[in-house]
């Protein structure tokens, strides 16, 4: 039996059309209610639906889409639930395998033992589960899955899928492997006891059991890549893949950019060596971990005499570049990875370091067809507010606590009155759209 961890699924050959739609969440962490997010474009606008949009399954999607508003207000908190929808899956497998070795990780003994944080600012809501939805586009088809989870215990688990029509391919109705319906592609795989217990989802368990169907839909979810720019530190996110000559020069060719010194790269991994694990971040990357791999980067500069080149010398990468050099160079690869493939990014605090010319620039990279030929879509939030006057409005969303500590997901398409010549960034400033700092 082999063990679906993040090394695997971060190696993913993308075919056909696949993408994000949308992601909901409700009792989780700042989230009493269900909040949702989508990709898909409001089909009454034609702003800038050329560059900034793209066609699938007879709807149009956002390349790029933008999450604002104040400190705190719980921008984070949606990547760490998407992140949690992740772990949730990847742990099923981890139950499923019954492997010492892996249970003996500390990260993973860790998640094994973490609850989910539910919505602590209402009595009631430790008494209800917690939900997790995602839909995915794959080969044109709309998969659509969710699940509950109270007090550790799967209590519903949902998956359809809709070309025309919606079909319903898992039902489950309680921890029970007896109180789960499969059909379709499904229907080969049978749950039992020893198979689907009341922890672990039955998507993943038939995953693990090379289901292709739900290997397709996980693989899917899995690829979705997640990165907070705030404890980003440049080491984290490579593999032989993308440490290849090849992907050295495409790296070199930005960073030169900004800065002109750097002449070159070098970088080695290492594995089977004691690296450092910062527990309290979320977002670390885990195949990283699970494989006990370094990164040694070292930066040739030139040296000069008089101005005259007269030898090179090799530095420290992460100790002589400033800190946002080491940023951009380590999301490099994942930007490389999902304009490659195809793929699906979130960031969370884009700018965390970067100038905002820099920022300009990926997502440029996202909107140009030339580079983003596959329509590899960027979820970020941001304070950038230059971002919102080269923007459509059906990309922009606005995060906001109210004085429940309940956060609230907003569109801007959605508010009404605003004209299409409207500074949009003035208005929010003013806090037209709410989620900003409320000062007194």
């Given amino acids: 039996m082999e063990y679906y961890g993040y090394n695997k699924v971060r190696k993913i050959i993308k075919r056909g059309v696949n993408m994000l739609e949308s992601f909901r969440v409700s009792n989780f962490a700042s989230f009493k209610d269900e909040v949702y997010i989508t990709t898909l474009c409001n089909s009454s606008r034609k702003e800038l639906i050329k560059t900034n949009t793209f066609e699938c399954r007879d709807s149009r999607y956002n390349k790029v889409t933008y999450i604002y508003g104040a400190n705190g207000s719980g921008k984070t908190n949606l990547f760490l639930a998407l992140n949690k929808l992740r772990k949730t899956i990847v742990m099923s497998t981890v139950i499923g395998a019954k492997s010492n070795k892996i249970l003996e990780v500390p990260i ?60 319903v391919l898992i039902k489950r109705t309680s921890p029970s492997f007896e109180d789960i319906i499969l059909r379709s592609d499904l229907a080969k795989f049978k749950p039992n006891v020893n198979v689907v217990r009341e922890n672990s989802l039955c998507l993943a368990m038939a995953a693990l059991l090379n289901n292709k169907l739900a290997n397709e839909i996980i693989n899917e979810i899995m690829g979705i890549d997640i990165i907070n720019m705030a404890n980003m530190n440049g080491n984290t996110r490579f593999n032989e893949e993308n440490t290849s000559e090849e992907f050295i020069h495409r790296y070199l060719d930005i960073l030169k950019s900004v800065d002109p010194t750097l002449k070159n790269l070098i970088i080695e991994l290492k594995e089977n060596c004691d690296i450092p694990v910062d527990e309290d971040d979320e977002f670390q990357s885990k195949d990283v971990i699970i494989k006990n791999i370094r990164v040694d980067v070292s930066s040739v500069h030139d040296v000069y005499k008089e101005h005259r080149k007269v030898s090179e010398i090799e530095l420290p990468f992460l100790k002589y570049e400033s800190n946002g050099t080491v940023k951009l160079f380590g999301i490099l690869p994942s930007i490389f990875e999902a304009l490659d493939t195809g793929g699906v990014l979130f960031i969370d605090e884009l700018e965390n370091g970067l100038h905002p010319l820099v920022v300009e620039f990926i997502i ?60 949009i960034s003035e208005k929010y400033l003013k806090g037209v759209f709410g989620a900003i700092p409320k000062f007194k």
């Fill in 108 to 167: 993973i003994k860790k998640e094994l033992n973490s609850p989910i944080e539910n919505f602590k600012f209402d009595s009631d809501s430790k008494f209800k589960p917690t939900l997790f939805g995602i839909d995915v586009i794959i080969d044109e088809m709309l998969y659509s899955y969710e699940f509950e989870i109270l007090d550790g215990k799967i209590i519903s688990e949902l998956l359809t899928k809709k070309n025309k029509r919606k079909e």
């Fill in 364 to 423: 440029k990279l996202f909107n140009d067809t030339s580079i983003n030929p596959k329509n590899a879509q960027l979820i970020c939030s941001t304070h950038n507010t230059l971002l919102l006057e080269e923007c459509r409005r059906d990309q922009v969303w606005f995060m906001d606590k109210n004085e429940y500590g309940e956060s609230k997901l907003l569109r801007l398409s959605d508010f009404l009155n605003i004209r299409k010549n409207d500074n």
